[in-house]
């Protein structure tokens, strides 16, 4: 059936770019666990430690010259 | 023998009220404010874009992406990164008893996430997975102003 493949490959890229975002989902969904229970101080604390290392990163793959 | 009995299922029963009220409603966990339910999102939002400089940095390390394009992403998650880092320190100051800072702070709040948002929409480099990855961002952004929206303007809002 001509129409079989057509289906099947967009399925196929459908699920590659499923797979593609899952480490973002992965790092936003799966602290729930460090989030339950945190007064907001704790919180606060514990996402400025990620921006600020989200920060280093970022500042260091700008300023490399390979 | 009565009595004891009698003593007995009361007892029993207040117990057993006792578990599943703990059940329904455990006793020592609070439900999250509206603020709080923003901050929670926010750290999610934060997660997501430290995982996205992560993912950046892999791309170029597998050869899938050059270095002008690497540094290109990084500039633009760097840029969103501190928005987003003066969104978690505004969020933080708002006082959830205090109806004047409610409502000043959801009007910075929102505002500062859209700027993030314009700010990762830049993302279009010609790598789907990086494209794609930005806007699952900007939906967790996009659900964090909702929130904001809805957080109430009144008092004992809760902490």
Redesign the interface.
Known sequence: MPGTNATLEALIKALELVNAVKPILDGALNNEAARMGLSRDELHALTKKITGETDAITKEDISDQD | MKKVTRRRGILVTICLSLALLNTACPLG?KTPSD??KV??K????????????????EL?KKNVTN?EN??LV??I??KA??G??KV?DRV?QIDPNNPASIISGKFDVVKFLNEVNAELAKLNVGN??LR??AQ??IA?INEAIDLTNRVKEVRNAG?
Do not use: F, H, P, W
């Open positions: 966990v603020v709080q901050e929670n926010l750290n999610q939002v934060a997660n997501g874009l430290n995982a996205l400089a992560k993912t950046n940095r170029y270095l690497r540094k990084a500039s998650i760097n990164n501190s987003l880092d978690v933080y789907e997975q794609l990855s699952a961002i967790l902490n």
